[in-house]
């Protein structure tokens, strides 16, 4: 195998090149054993041929790559909530680093230091379009990392600084995590978690994809603006996948909620949350232009909570985008005849919360659509039309006013502007 002409070499990885689950699974409730994990590893096994393999398919095996948050952070004592001392009150992406011995975040992360070396060493900088971050600990719940090794305070502005120049062709993003984490690695302000012990949310996804940029700004341009604080985390590089202004598709998996009605009044309880608090970098890409899809996923989602996202998302869509719903969970999940998940709630009320949310979606579609005549919803699908023969009905019904906005139904629970 090793003489084949190189035409056929790459002729045979590209059959063996496919998706990594984070992408099959997206549409799941969030797992780190489903989502992250896979049995199928026909390129990693060609690969390991022979060196002559191994440098055709390394291009092809390391596109979609993955960072564990739990061994990046191995060689630190994860942070803990201070009751004393002189902890910041300021939120995390407003926080100055600190370096007495002048290092930089790779220097003080062994881990990371060594990935840097082997993208360099693999000349792979070209070849990474996709970056999942994962974890099922709450690393930034403390909003700041203890000052352990050489006075160095870090923070997620830090890590971003030292990750981003290695992936210039980086188009999608994942943040596989708890919602404080994700929120704590995006740079976004502290959000509600009062009734975060409510709901059953170990995990929640968020994911971005950006449309291909040129170049991005210099790391030592970067570096010299943010100690001044002046620099924002989604501005850190003009033309990256943190730039709002590149973004193409933004897709929140917000997990279940079914936790939650197994409460008093659980249509009080406020859910933790990543997707209302991306709304205003959503709303930069919406009004640049460049944002094309939206997709929203939850496992009965309280009507309030949907409507309430998408009233705020409606106004600012300057250029034809689709929005994709998925409100139910998936039939083969078995999720609603596991008794330990159902436990007290009332299958009754989740049904009925999912009917309000689709209620509450149309109603602000339509509203928007009659009072914002440059709004450019090109096509609303709900995933959940096919999954479930029971609710076509109801969703028909709930749909047909879009054909006096000059929409039409391509398909099952889809609908398109003509």
């Not at 900088?125 to 160095?152: C, E, M, Q, R």
Request: hydrophobic content about 40%; aromatic content about 12%.
């Amino acid at each position: 195998m090793d003489e084949l002409p190189p035409e056929l070499k790459l002729q045979i990885v590209s059959y063996l090149d496919g998706t990594p689950p984070s992408i099959g699974k997206f549409t799941e409730e969030p797992n780190l054993d489903t989502w992250i994990r896979s049995n199928d590893q026909p390129l990693k096994a060609l690969s390991l041929v022979s060196p002559k393999w191994r440098q055709v398919a390394a291009p092809h095996l390391f596109k979609y790559i993955r960072l564990h948050l739990d061994f990046l952070y191995a060689g630190l004592s994860p942070p803990t909530i201070e009751l004393t001392g002189d902890r910041s009150s300021k939120p995390i992406s407003e926080q100055p680093s600190t370096c007495s011995t002048g290092a930089s975040f790779a220097d003080v992360l062994p881990s990371l230091k060594a990935f840097q070396k082997f993208v360099s060493g693999m000349d792979l900088h070209k070849h990474i379009t996709s970056l999942v971050i994962y974890t099922a600990k709450d690393w930034f719940d403390d909003n700041v990392f203890p000052d352990t090794l050489n006075g160095y305070r870090f923070s997620p502005r830090d890590f971003w600084i030292d990750l981003i120049p290695l992936m210039p062709c980086l188009d999608r993003l994942l943040i596989l995590a708890s919602s404080r984490t994700q929120a704590s690695l995006l740079g976004l302000k502290e959000f509600e978690m009062r009734d975060a012990w409510a709901f059953d949310m170990p995990l929640k996804a968020v994911q971005i994809h950006s449309a291909p940029q040129t170049i991005y700004e210099t790391k030592a341009k970067i570096k010299s603006s943010r100690i001044s604080g002046g620099v924002t985390l989604m501005h850190l590089y003009h033309n990256s996948i943190l730039d709002p202004w590149t973004w193409t598709e933004v897709s929140f998996n917000e997990g279940s909620f079914l936790e939650a009605y197994r409460t008093y009044e659980y249509f009080h309880k406020e859910p933790p949350l990543i997707s209302r608090y991306l709304l205003t970098p959503i709303h930069h890409a919406a009004y640049r232009g460049t944002l094309r899809c939206v997709t929203y996923i939850a496992i009965f989602p309280f009507g309030s909570t949907v409507d309430d996202f998408f009233w705020s998302l409606l106004h600012f869509f300057k250029n034809p985008c689709s929005l994709h719903v998925q409100l139910a969970p998936l039939p083969g999940s078995n999720l609603i005849e596991d008794p330990e998940r159902v436990g007290t709630a009332q299958l009754s009320d989740c049904w009925q919360e999912l009917e309000l949310a689709y209620q509450g979606i149309m109603k602000r579609l339509r509203r928007v659509l009659g009072e914002y005549e440059a709004l450019n919803v090109s096509l609303f699908k709900s995933m959940d039309y096919a999954n479930y023969d029971v609710l076509q009905q109801d969703l028909d019904r709930m749909f047909s006013p879009l054909k006096t906005f000059g929409f039409e139904e391509v398909e099952g629970g889809t609908w398109a502007r003509a």
